[in-house]
């Protein structure tokens, strides 16, 4: 499981603050992605960078933000826009040498608003 | 963009027995299909992918079959084990040429249940 962190485990939030989660890989990676998964629902792609300094928007991007100022390293924020905060938030990073497709995820972090 | 569907939403299986999850993409450029295993409040682990230039593909009790004509493909479980229990996920991946290329796109999840 070594290789990709995420912190904290749990956390949890009042409605109208901004929260930002940690997502930390040594495993070298150029691809970095931020996904939400709620009950009875897959994982929806927040956010993703492919390299350092550059992310793009995902299928759910509003009410959150992120940075990739280094190539291990790339927080979330969830803004006060976010009408739903509550989720299991899933960090995932990938190699981008050729024929590396998969996706390793960390171990999530479970954001409460309260 | 892409859109995956996946069924059955859950699965019960007497252990011994086979389970088989299935799933369809729309965009015809997907060109990886990878597989996750999520253990109950765990992390997704990839267990099993395939590429389009192949239509099979097997580790040990795990199998998947890949039909690119009718765009979909499934996940084959044989002798299935009570720790085979977890919430399964497909995905398919968007080609080069499309607009979000190399993201994955994932099913709903299907919830196995292997009963002793």
């Known amino acids: 499981d070594g290789g990709i962190t995420q912190s904290p485990k749990y956390l949890f939030r009042k409605e109208g603050q901004n929260v930002t989660l940690s997502c930390e890989q040594n495993l070298n990676h150029d691809a970095m992605y931020w996904y939400r998964q709620d009950p009875g629902q897959g994982l929806r792609l927040i956010y993703y960078?492919?390299?350092?300094?550059?992310?793009q928007k995902g299928d759910i991007a509003e009410g959150y933000s992120v940075s990739r100022e280094k190539k291990e390293s790339f927080p979330l924020t969830v803004t006060s826009a976010q009408k739903n905060p509550t989720a299991f938030y899933l960090c995932?990073?990938?190699?981008?040498?050729?024929?590396?497709?998969?996706?390793?995820f960390g171990p999530g972090t479970r954001l409460t608003v309260l | 963009g892409e859109n995956v569907e996946q069924h059955p939403s859950t699965l019960s299986v007497q252990e011994g027995d086979s389970a088989v999850i299935k799933c369809t993409y729309s965009d015809s450029a997907s060109n990886y299909f990878p597989w996750y295993k999520q253990e109950l409040g765990k992390r997704p682990q990839l267990i099993i992918d395939i590429r389009s230039n192949v239509g099979e593909k097997k580790d040990q009790r795990i199998a998947v079959t890949l039909n690119k004509t009718a765009k979909h493909f499934s996940l084959h479980i044989t002798e299935t084990q009570p720790e085979d229990s977890a919430v399964y996920f497909c995905?398919?991946?968007?080609?080069?040429?499309?607009?979000?290329?190399?993201?994955?796109?994932f099913g709903s999840g299907t919830q196995l249940t292997v009963l002793p």
């Open positions: 960078s492919q390299i350092v300094n550059d992310f």
């Open positions: 995932a990073s990938r190699s981008g040498l050729a024929g590396k497709n998969e996706q390793f």
């Open positions: 995905a398919a991946r968007a080609g080069i040429s499309s607009g979000s290329a190399r993201q994955l796109t």
